[in-house]
Nanobody
Framework: QVQLVESGGGLVQAGGSLRLSCAAS????????VGWFRQAPGKERAFVAA????????YYTDSVKGRFTISRDNAKQMVYLQMNSLKPEDTAVYYC????????????????WGQGTQVTVSS
């Protein structure tokens, strides 16, 4: 079992930055792939980024490459999503999720989910 709690969302102007945090509670946290997904109103939940159990591999959807950075600190059981150069189209609820797969960019590979944190980017 893994419990995930997101924080760090908020309202920011276009071009600004936010850092999302995901706090995990699990005895074997460093065994999990951790990803960030987002869901905008009226749209399906979409993959944003993921980081392997060791932190050595990262994966991004094309629209955030070069702007977002995912990282993790296994000692603190934390995963972060640094979001720079934010755009209005980044507005969504952002979810942290954990998976025992080695990699994955689809929601069905992630068994554990947080409650989400709202990110709103104004133009």
């Amino acid at each position: 079992q893994v419990q995930l709690v997101e924080s760090g969302g908020g309202l920011v102007q276009a071009g600004g930055s936010l850092r999302l945090s995901c706090a995990a509670s699990a005895l074997t946290f460093n065994s999990y792939l951790v990803g960030w997904f987002r869901q905008a109103p009226g749209k399906e939940r979409a993959f944003v980024a993921a980081v392997s159990w060791s932190g050595g591999r990262t994966y991004y959807t094309d629209s955030v490459k070069g702007r977002f950075t995912i990282s993790r600190d296994n000692a603190k059981q934390m995963v972060y999503l640094q979001m720079n150069s934010l755009k209005p189209e980044d507005t969504a609820v952002y979810y942290c999720a954990a998976s025992l797969y080695a990699s994955g960019n689809t929601a069905n590979k992630y068994a554990y989910w947080g409650q989400g944190t709202q990110v709103t980017v104004s133009s």
